[in-house]
């Protein structure tokens, strides 16, 4: 079934000032959501992007081996080396 949209657009123009003020605002809203959902799609990319070019490289699981060693020795208790 085919609609006539020409019924509900033949008094757009009629409604002055509101009208435009509602397409407006509604096209702003529409920007900044779509906006907010690239800066967080990029944002997510960059942060994660060095990881996986660690990984592919095979360099992440050695980097991550010495953090768990340099954190282990840091903690282990200190004895007295004077004796």
């Known amino acids: 079934m085919l609609l006539n949209p020409w019924p509900t657009v033949i008094g757009f123009g009629r409604h002055g000032y509101g009208v435009r003020v509602t397409i407006g ?5 529409a920007a900044l959501v779509y906006g907010g959902i690239v800066w967080m799609m990029i944002s997510h990319m ?27 020795s840091s903690t282990a ?7």
């Open 46 to 72: 960059v942060k994660h992007f060095d990881q996986t070019v660690r990984r592919f490289s095979g360099t992440g699981q050695a980097e991550s081996e010495s953090r768990k060693v340099e954190s282990c």
């Open 25 to 29: 605002t509604g096209t702003i809203l």
């Open 77 to 83: 208790p200190l004895t007295d080396q004077r004796a």
